[in-house]
């Protein structure tokens, strides 16, 4: 009775420090599983730039009272054509391939109206790589500005508190003499989805990047051609699925 009892008693011992230890290397397992998801396998949004802009193309069309073209250009302009290439670059920093879905595009607008629309085709960016492209915006419905010869605005703080930015460029530099001027918007929406872990893990991203653009009209002459002063981004957010 008494070996009985002390080899009972030793099993059970046993038996306790083996669950302990299932115990301790089950935890262990389960942080080190959550350190790689959140440092390797969790599917994050890729980043949006737009670094550079070209204005291709703007077709005017001058009314109102004016012995000048500068004149005319302050009564009022008709825009019937003004086209834009963008750069669009996009970062993948996940370990599995951003495949961009159909829904994404280019939108241009002016006094918050819409005014052109280009989608953005399928592609693929590798895991951990850049994808570049370039999309061409044009304007498909006229519309007239009103506010006049409008100047410029600063160069030396492009930017302002209530809308930060994470680029602004000046193409090119502005010439010495005034210029008309007006303001486009352009907004460039990528939708897309990522998996990684094999597909374990999936992520759906719906990425915003807007931009202000400040295009001036030249002197109406034809010495000085239409160009872009100036542009500035929004910092690009997310309304992630």
């Given at each position: 009775?008494?070996?009985?009892?002390?080899?009972?008693?030793?099993?059970?011992?046993?038996?306790?420090?083996?669950?302990l230890?299932?115990?301790?290397?089950?935890v262990?397992?389960?942080?080190?599983?959550?350190?790689?998801?959140?440092?390797?396998?969790k599917?994050?949004?890729?980043q949006?730039?737009?670094?550079?802009?070209?204005?291709?193309?703007?077709?005017?069309?001058?009314?109102?009272?004016g012995?000048?073209?500068?004149?005319a250009?302050a009564?009022?302009?008709?825009?019937?054509?003004?086209?834009?290439?963008?750069?669009?670059?996009?970062y993948?920093?996940?370990?599995g391939?951003?495949?961009v879905s159909?829904?994404?595009?280019?939108?241009?607008?002016y006094s918050?109206?819409?005014?052109?629309?280009?989608?953005?085709?399928?592609?693929?960016?590798p895991a951990?790589s850049?994808?570049?492209?370039?999309?061409?915006?044009?304007?498909?419905?006229?519309?007239?500005?009103?506010?006049?010869?409008?100047?410029?605005?600063?160069t030396?703080?492009?930017t302002s508190?209530?809308?930060?930015?994470y680029?602004s460029?000046?193409?090119?530099?502005?010439?010495?003499?005034?210029?008309p001027?007006?303001?486009?918007?352009?907004?460039?929406?990528?939708?897309?989805?990522?998996?990684?872990?094999?597909g374990?893990?999936?992520?759906h991203?719906?990425i915003?990047?807007k931009c202000?653009?400040?295009?001036?009209?030249?002197?109406?002459?034809?010495?000085?051609?239409?160009f872009?002063?100036?542009?500035?981004?929004d910092r690009?957010?997310?309304?992630?699925?």
């Open positions: 009775m008494g070996r009985r009892g002390h080899c009972r008693r030793e099993d059970g011992e046993w038996r306790q420090a083996a669950c230890l299932c115990t301790a290397m089950l262990a397992l389960i942080i080190v599983l959550i350190v790689l998801y959140f440092a390797v396998w599917p994050r949004d890729p949006l730039q737009l670094p550079t802009m070209q204005l291709l193309s703007l077709k005017t069309v001058r009314s109102g009272p012995s000048t073209a500068s004149d250009l009564a009022a302009v008709r825009v019937e054509n003004v086209s834009l290439n963008l750069q669009v670059v996009l993948n920093p996940n370990r391939v951003f495949w159909e829904g994404s595009g280019a939108c241009l607008y918050n109206r819409q005014i052109g629309f280009t989608p953005i085709w399928s592609e693929s960016v951990q850049l994808g570049t492209s370039t999309v061409i915006v044009e304007a498909a419905t006229p519309f007239i500005i009103t506010t006049g010869a409008s100047q410029p605005p600063p030396n703080n492009p508190s209530s809308s930060p930015s680029s460029q000046l193409l090119p530099p502005p010439p010495p003499t005034a210029s001027a007006f303001q486009l918007t352009s907004a460039v929406t990528i939708v897309g989805h990522v998996s990684t872990a094999n374990l893990f999936s992520h991203a719906y915003i990047s202000h653009i400040t295009i001036c009209f030249g002197d109406g002459s034809g010495l000085l051609a239409p872009i002063h100036s542009y500035y981004c690009t957010y997310s309304e992630s699925q």
